[in-house]
T-cell receptor
Framework: AQSVTQLDSQVPVFEEAPVELRCNYSSSVSVYLFWYVQYPNQGLQLLLKYLSGSTLVKGINGFEAEFNKSQTSFHLRKPSVHISDTAEYFCAVTSRSYNTDKLIFGTGTRLQVFP | DGGITQSPKYLFRKEGQNVTLSCEQNLNHDAMYWYRQDPGQGLRLIYYSQIVNDFQKGDIAEGYSVSREKKESFPLTVTSAQKNPTAFYLC??????????????FGSGTQLSVL
């Protein structure tokens, strides 16, 4: 079975500062990894995903994430955040062997960007 | 525009009542999913369907039922057996190619509350 741990429930930062949102996963098989963003009272949107190949994945809105197999991590980063990045961010995983797109989500990290 | 429509946006349930949440997609996706979102717990999978007339239980299926009679529709019924139904419910869909790793498209959610 897979599981996802997002170590920080809230991350406050000032505008234009860098940010890292941490995600660790547990799985006995190879996985696909995802980051989704949720703005208030809305559904989730895909930021980026790792399927294979380069361990550094670039996504929308200037976000990127790095897959680290030895540390079973998939941390999300942005070098300079904007007020509009205030939202909840979810890390998610699915097993390559499932042959479905169903995801196991972490508990989420609320990013609050202050002016 | 293609997308997923959830209705209603807000729903109230009385004690002992069954209620049905609607989810319709016009993306021609084979796979559809229902997730429940509670504060601090992230998203948990209730049911999913990879093809018409077939569906599988997720991690928290007790007290819920679904049907998949049409490709574009995947309604969720919250039965009276679900003792703690207050939550934000999200419907999603994906192409369901069977290879895994496809992104999920989410609706804007239904907030269910108990009167």
């Amino acid at each position: 079975a897979q599981s996802v741990t997002q170590l920080d429930s809230q991350v406050p930062v000032f505008e234009e500062a860098p940010v890292e949102l941490r995600c660790n996963y547990s799985s006995s098989v190879s996985v696909y990894l995802f980051w989704y963003v949720q703005y208030p009272n809305q559904g989730l949107q895909l930021l980026l995903k790792y399927l294979s190949g380069s361990t550094l994945v670039k996504g929308i809105n200037g976000f990127e994430a790095e897959f680290n197999k030895s540390q079973t991590s998939f941390h999300l980063r942005k070098p300079s955040v904007h007020i509009s990045d205030t939202a909840e961010y979810f890390c998610a995983v699915t097993s390559r062997s499932y042959n479905t797109d169903k995801l196991i989500f972490g508990t989420g990290t609320r990013l609050q960007v202050f002016p | 525009d293609g997308g997923i429509t959830q209705s209603p946006k807000y729903l109230f349930r009385k004690e002992g009542q069954n209620v049905t949440l609607s989810c319709e997609q016009n993306l021609n996706h084979d796979a559809m999913y229902w997730y429940r979102q509670d504060p601090g717990q992230g998203l948990r999978l209730i049911y999913y369907s990879q093809i018409v007339n077939d569906f599988q239980k997720g991690d928290i299926a007790e007290g819920y039922s679904v049907s998949r009679e049409k490709k574009e529709s995947f309604p969720l019924t919250v039965t009276s057996a679900q003792k703690n139904p207050t939550a934000f419910y999200l419907c999603a869909s994906s192409t369901g190619t069977g290879a895994g790793g496809e992104k999920l498209f989410f609706g804007s959610g239904t907030q269910l509350s108990v009167l």
